[in-house]
Antibody, heavy 123, light 107 residues
């Protein structure tokens, strides 16, 4: 059974940093691209970042580029999102999501989602 | 960026109804379109990929169609467990973008 378990969320002040982690199990982690998708409570979905199986291809939404860094450790079956210079508008539930494909490519499909980690940015 | 626009934003329907949700892309995306279902307090779940392919395990009352810029998700004979929010998402180019969602409620 595929499991994606996020951790690291919490309350942080604007301008500070936070690191989210995702522990993956139940599938061959290094065969798949991975993504972070966020959702403001009660609002829609926003793709944040994606990384290919070998970390060669990485992509970010404009809203986070230059502030967030996605990474993965295939030996530990883990995905991370380093979030710096956090803003109030980054407040959201952050989902770790598995891609059916191996890289960040046309035709991607988000086939398994974690339950999310809530990040609240507030003074 | 490719903008995805869904309509309606919400709908009210009865069990057994046929429901259609529309998604329009701001430019042609061929058939690179996925549909997701999200129930309250739960993570989204993929229903349809590549515009019309049914994800494994998803009931056959769900179907998708369209190509280019206009797409539809149809639910035949709406069931109680289908009351949820539905999102389309383009898989044509980065940044991957979602529609704003369509909330299906019980009439």
């Amino acid at each position: 059974e595929v499991q994606l378990v996020e951790s690291g969320g919490g309350l942080v002040q604007p301008g500070r940093s936070l690191r989210l982690s995702c522990a993956a199990s139940g599938f061959t982690f290094d065969d798949h691209a991975m993504h972070w998708v966020r959702q403001v409570p009660g609002k829609g979905l926003e793709w944040v970042s994606g990384i290919s199986w070998n970390s060669v291809t990485i992509a970010y939404a404009d809203s986070v580029r230059g502030r967030f860094t996605i990474s993965r450790d295939n030996a530990k079956n883990s995905l991370s999102l380093q979030m710096n210079s956090l803003r109030v508008e980054d407040t959201a539930l952050y989902y770790c999501v598995k891609d059916e494909r191996t890289t960040v490519v046309k035709g991607m499909k988000l086939d398994y989602w974690g339950q999310g980690s809530l990040v609240t940015v507030s003074s | 960026d490719i903008q995805m626009t869904q309509s309606p934003s919400s709908l009210s329907a009865s069990v057994g109804d046929r429901v259609t949700i529309t998604c329009r892309a701001s430019q042609s995306i061929s058939s690179y379109l996925n549909w997701y279902q999200q129930k309250p307090g739960k993570a989204p779940k993929v229903l349809i990929y590549a515009a019309s392919s049914l994800q494994s395990g998803v009931p056959s009352r769900f179907s998708g169609s369209g190509s280019g810029t206009d797409f539809t998700l149809t639910i035949n004979s709406l069931q109680p467990e289908d009351f949820a929010t539905y999102y389309c998402q383009q898989s044509y180019s980065v940044p991957w973008t979602f529609g704003q969602g369509t909330k299906a409620e019980i009439k």
